[in-house]
């Protein structure tokens, strides 16, 4: 078992950012790559980022790329999701989830393991 939890979360104006951490325990958290998700009122939780075992292979989703970056320190068991101009439409609730594959995935059913969560609201 992998326990995660999210930190980082909170009201923030558009262009703004933010700093998402995860940290996990229980189980080697170097074998596992890790993902960030997050679901919005009313909509469907999509891919936001993810990061294999080692840091060398990241995927972002087209929304967030080159505002959002993913990164992990597997010495701290975390795994982190920096976040800067922000928009109203990232306003959402944050998950991190692993999983325990080669490389990146952005399909959340790849993912074992979930966070509870962190809320992200963006004000215009």
């Known amino acids: 078992q992998v326990q995660l939890e999210e930190s980082g979360g909170g009201l923030v104006q558009a262009g703004g950012s933010l700093r998402l951490s995860c940290a996990a325990s229980?189980?080697?958290?170097?074998?596992?790559?890790m993902g960030w998700f997050r679901r919005a009122p009313g909509k469907e939780r999509e891919f936001v980022a993810a990061?294999?075992?080692?840091?060398?292979?990241?995927s972002y989703a087209d929304s967030v790329k080159g505002r959002f970056t993913i990164s992990r320190d597997n010495g701290k068991n975390t795994v982190y999701l920096q976040m800067t101009s922000l928009k109203p439409e990232d306003t959402a609730a944050y998950y991190c989830?692993?999983?325990?594959?080669?490389?990146?995935?952005?399909?959340?059913?790849?993912?074992?393991?979930w966070g509870q969560g962190t809320q992200v609201t963006v004000s215009s």
């Open positions: 989830a692993g999983g325990r594959f080669f490389g990146v995935r952005r399909a959340d059913s790849e993912y074992d393991y």
């Open positions: 229980g189980r080697t958290f170097s074998n596992y790559a």
């Open positions: 990061i294999n075992w080692g840091g060398g292979s990241i």
